[in-house]
């Protein structure tokens, strides 16, 4: 566990300490009432640390020696969070917007618990590795497909 702290270089330490960022504003704004100002800066917070996870992620090779599936999914985080504040920078946005919004960066918080359970998984490299991964990406989209229905049902009722 020391040498995977003790290597990780100045690129590696932005990007957790980011990554680190993005898990807490990620996970107080699904926990938190929507629309309310704190919930605006904290989502601020939160794509900005993000922002910065994606781009450390491609200066960081020495997983994979070049490009990895960790650099595809960042790619999918860009799209993500473009896909979710696009909509909130419209002057008039309307429901249709907000739920984009809402579930969009759901979905991206999902992703970064997923991409957390991922890297841990290929950095520690313990047995049953794979299962676990396996398992905990398949709990954490479950969990998250259940909440982001529930803000769904309680911010946009049909």
Not at 7 to 14: A, E, F, P, S, Y
Not at 81 to 104: C, D, F, I, T, Y
């Amino acid at each position: 566990m020391e040498n995977l702290i003790a290597n990780l270089g100045v690129t590696g330490w932005i990007h957790f300490i980011a990554a680190l960022l993005s898990l807490i504003t990620g996970t107080a704004i699904i926990l938190m009432t929507k629309g309310t100002p704190l919930h605006k800066r904290v989502g601020y917070v939160y794509v900005a640390s993000m922002i910065v996870v994606i781009v450390t992620s491609f200066m960081i090779y020495r997983l994979f020696g070049g490009f990895g599936i960790f650099h595809a999914f960042a790619l999918l985080s860009t799209f993500a969070l473009v896909g979710g504040m696009a909509p909130m920078l419209k002057k008039n946005r309307g429901s249709k917007e907000l739920q984009q919004h809402s579930e969009v960066m759901g979905w991206s918080v999902v992703g970064l618990y997923c991409a957390f359970i991922s890297e841990t998984c290929s950095r520690l490299r313990f047995e049953n590795a794979m299962i676990v991964l396996g398992i905990g990406c398949f709990l954490t989209c479950g969990i998250g497909s259940y909440l982001i229905k529930k803000t769904k049902r309680q911010y946009f009722p049909e």
